[in-house]
């Protein structure tokens, strides 16, 4: 998996209940994020997709020119501020050292259409032609275009911006851009559950780290100073959440889960519109572009997401 997703968009080594609606199991929200989260990943890792981002003239020698452009490119020549807010555990310093300046390097419009092209060089080359012409995908991407139109706009700034823009033509293109939805209208979901629980940006990220994530050096990509993640730290323990040694005391373990629980039940809408059998069936289709997508070699295995880690 990615750490592209770049939120910490929820805990992904157990399942939880509280999304037992409508017939869908528990844990089938969540299960249904980890299979789609990996195809809008690779947006941030292809080579064909840094090759569109030179094209545009961003720098490639690191890929966070390009990560600002792709994922903020929907809502609009966006300020710092504004980025900062909707991407929320990045430090508004690093936020700042790519934005605005991206968009003086391409017009949004102009990110977006070049995305589009990545992502389908990047499918192309991942699925392979026989990929793209298999009719599950095309079945996949009808009913993932269908959970996406249920995930409600409302207070979700991210979602709202990707299911605002024109849907493409092709099944492999409708995938990509309904697994985005979907995930971005799931992390919107996530910044409620924290802001709820009182966990500012680094927090939330020390407090990810605290019950076992990741390793602490994975979220440097998150551009938050020694001294900011240490005052975090010391912001925890006085809540009682972490110990002396930054792990994670049982208050906050419980804290952690009912920010990941509540995650879940904020992004079981377009699951429990979906219905349990088509669930079922979009999870059994993915399985293959799923496969194909860790099994690429692109997605890094240590991630910010806490995806495959027990």
Not at 2 to 12: A, L, Y
Not at 215 to 229: H, I
């Amino acid at each position: 998996m990615s750490d592209s997703e770049d939120d910490t968009v929820g805990r992904g080594d157990a399942a939880t209940g509280g999304t037992d609606q409508a017939g869908l199991a528990p844990g089938r929200v969540r299960q249904m994020w980890h299979l789609l989260e990996p195809l809008h990943a690779l947006l941030y890792y292809a080579p064909e997709a840094f090759e569109e981002a030179a094209r545009l003239g961003y720098d490639t020698a690191e890929r966070w020119p390009s990560y600002f452009a792709w994922r903020a490119a929907p809502l609009g020549p966006a300020g710092p501020v504004r980025v900062a807010s909707a991407f929320y555990s990045f430090s508004p310093a690093a936020v700042a050292r790519y934005v605005p300046a991206v968009w003086e390097t391409a017009a949004p419009a102009d990110v977006l259409a070049a995305r589009l092209r990545a992502v389908d060089r990047t499918y192309r080359a991942v699925l392979g032609e026989d990929g793209l012409r298999d009719p599950g995908l095309a079945e996949a991407a009808a009913l993932a275009r269908r959970a996406a139109g249920a995930a409600g706009p409302a207070g979700r700034r991210l979602a709202a911006a990707n299911a605002e823009l024109d849907w493409p033509d092709a099944p492999h293109l409708v995938l990509w851009q309904a697994a985005t939805i979907l995930r971005e209208h799931r992390g919107d979901g996530h910044v409620a559950a924290l802001l709820a629980a009182g966990l500012d940006p680094v927090e939330s990220l020390v407090s990810f780290a605290a019950v076992g994530a990741a390793p602490v050096p994975v979220f440097a990509s998150r551009g938050w100073s020694d001294a900011e993640w240490a005052a975090g730290q010391d912001r925890l323990a006085a809540r009682g959440l972490v110990g002396a040694d930054g792990a994670a005391t049982a208050e906050g373990r419980a804290l952690r889960a009912e920010v990941e629980r509540r995650t879940d039940e904020l992004a079981a809408a377009p699951w429990v519109a979906l219905g349990p059998g088509a669930v079922d069936r979009l999870a059994d289709l993915l399985g293959g572009p799923w496969l194909a997508a860790l099994g690429s070699g692109l997605l890094p295995a240590e991630n910010t997401l806490g995806i495959g880690r027990s």
